[in-house]
């Protein structure tokens, strides 16, 4: 009989337990004492370690799993774009233009005189919607600001009480990385691009929804969502300084949904204070942390702002992104100097670097101002773990060269999922489809590669990357690529033990092994015994748990 000091606080039988663990792949039981995993084995032994306050959960052949590990998400844009009550206009909800202006008059209707944000539109998969301009949007919303956000989040169209809001007018510099569209007099339209340019007015209009009370309610309810799909530590790609107490704060609270890694907006005024403040908060079994620097080095395909070797088609969706007819390249967000300087800098600061890259042409750029770092220091560089993030077009020449200067990636493996189709009929054909977030080339290149769903740009969703990185299907069932897919052991590798690594907590989750943080997501059946075909459909999280205690159950 175990003494009181033995036995364990929590006990999880009867289940397939996959740990991740390549020196104990499977097991039957776990226990877990004071948040932490203290044995995995059979049921019978870890049984043993039963007393009289331990509870027993029986999950009569369910699987469990370390917690899923979002390597590049954004909780806090989740919260402020579409937490209720903003108006959610992704292509996942209102599935054409027509249901996405209907919404917004709704939304009118409801509050004539306040400011509107409607985040989510996106002119692929939404075919029928208008052109954004600012006529048309002052017509929708005449009586004040209105800012409509693309799915991207790399472009926002804007109404004239929002530029005013937001102070932007015809002697308004383009921020660095980002810009404003003018007309021929110099004048803004009202479209704006990349990440500084659409968070300065996405603050002006929703300016509201950063008091703290709003603000707090509105992360609380982003948290959940990654709660309910098994998510238990996540980054936030791109955080803001005001933002990071509230998410310190709901990160760390007894009833937290969440363990948090940031990477701060890496603005060039914050690479010259890099060796500063705010990173001081060093990575550790801490529920938050202030880890790295975001840069975007190109935006995306969807708004012709990726610099690639091969041109986008001529076809009328290529004309929608912007791209030019005549065999149109897109373009970086920074010259490859500008963007080798930020990189050193944030390095010589020893802050790790995560940047934003889906162009091959940019990948080259990117991976050259890796190199000039690792050049100066190769041991720091090697510590730090650059990453690519995305990944679309990177070749496999990129994949082998970031592999030699110790950069890591994550791919955004449900661009397949939702925009497989368009890629290939659309932009840059099913060549270029079959090999975009080409996971195979990345993984045999030697990279802990993991997958993520970036936050709002997809629907948050571990299981859903996975099923996709193993059929490389598109929503149609069309498949791009099957020569690029990974097994579903790698998928679920990918969604925890690597992903852990990138957000330098391999020490404490990703993996179930005594000593580790008790992360579970309980999935309903084991799914490597469930055909590939039927792993979005069949498999589903059940439960999840946060150092032992349970954050979310379907029932």
């Known amino acids: 009989m175990p003494t009181r000091s033995d036995t364990a606080d929590l006990i999880l039988t009867g289940a397939t337990v996959l740990t991740m663990d390549t020196d104990r792949p499977q097991a039957e039981a776990v226990a877990v004492t004071s948040g932490e995993i203290t044995a995995l084995g059979t049921a019978a032994d870890v049984g043993a370690l039963r007393g009289p306050g331990t509870e027993v959960i029986d999950l009569a052949g369910a699987a469990v799993l370390p917690g899923f590990v979002e390597a590049h998400g954004h909780p806090s844009v989740m919260g402020l774009a579409i937490a209720p009550p903003a108006l959610d206009v992704r292509p996942f909800v209102a599935r054409d233009g027509a249901a996405v202006l209907a919404s917004i008059r709704h939304a009118v209707r409801r509050a004539p005189r306040e400011p509107l944000g409607a985040y989510g539109v996106d002119f692929l998969l939404q075919r029928d919607l ?7 949007l002052d017509d929708l919303h005449p009586g004040a600001p209105l800012l409509v956000l693309s799915n991207s989040g790399h472009a926002a169209w804007a109404n004239t009480a929002a530029l005013r809001a937001a102070g932007v007018d015809r002697a308004t510099p383009d921020p660095p990385g980002s810009w404003y569209v003018r007309d021929a007099a110099g004048d803004p339209t009202g479209e704006a691009h990349e990440s500084t340019a659409v968070e300065h007015l996405m603050r002006a ?28 530590t996540a980054s936030d790609m791109a955080c803001a300084p005001d933002l990071v107490p509230v998410l310190k704060d709901l ?9 948090l890694r940031t990477w701060m907006i890496g603005t060039p005024e914050l690479a010259s204070a890099a060796d500063a403040s705010p990173f001081t908060d060093k990575p550790s079994s801490a529920m938050y942390a202030t880890v790295g620097a975001k840069l975007w080095a190109d935006g995306t395909p969807w708004q012709a702002s990726i610099a690639t070797t091969f041109p986008y088609l001529d ?44 162009g091959d042409l940019t990948c080259e750029a990117v991976l050259d101002a890796y190199a000039l770092a690792a050049r100066r220091n190769p041991q720091r560089m090697r ?25 890591t990636v994550s791919l955004f493996m449900d661009h397949v ?4 189709d368009v890629l290939a009929d659309d932009l840059y ?36 990357g996975v099923a996709t990185a193993v059929t490389r299907q598109s929503t149609s069932g069309r498949v791009h690529g099957i020569q690029q897919a990974l097994t579903v052991e790698e998928a679920l590798r990918a969604v925890t033990v690597n992903a852990a690594w990138q957000l330098h907590l391999e020490d404490h989750v990703g993996m179930l092994r005594p000593g580790m943080r008790a992360d579970f997501a309980v999935l309903n059946q084991d799914p490597r015994a469930v055909p590939p075909a039927r792993l979005r459909e069949d498999v589903r999280v059940t439960a999840t748990f946060l150092s032992g205690r349970r954050t979310w159950a379907a029932d």
């Open 315 to 358: 076809t009328e969706a290529a004309r929608r992104t912007g791209a030019d007819p005549c065999g149109g390249h897109g373009s970086m967000n920074y010259t490859p100097e500008q963007l080798a300087e930020l990189v050193a800098q944030f390095t010589a600061g020893r802050v790790p670097v995560a940047t934003h890259v889906h």
């Open 429 to 464: 054909g099913p060549e270029v489809a079959a090999r975009w977030m080409s996971a195979r080339t990345a993984w045999d290149a030697g990279h802990r590669v993991s997958l993520h769903n970036d936050g709002v740009c997809t629907p948050t969703d571990p299981l859903s």
């Open 383 to 407: 510590a730090l773990r650059p990453r690519l993030e995305h990944c679309g077009a990177v070749t496999r020449e990129q994949y082998l060269r970031a592999a030699e200067l110790g950069a």
């Open 130 to 136: 208008p052109p954004l301009t600012r006529e048309l």
């Open 251 to 259: 990160a760390g609270a007894a009833e937290a949904k969440l363990r």
């Open 417 to 420: 999922r939702w925009w497989g």
């Open 205 to 232: 209009v929703l300016s509201d929804r950063l008091d703290p009370g709003p603000l707090r309610e509105a992360l609380r309810w982003a948290f959940d969502q990654h709660a309910r799909v098994g998510i238990t």
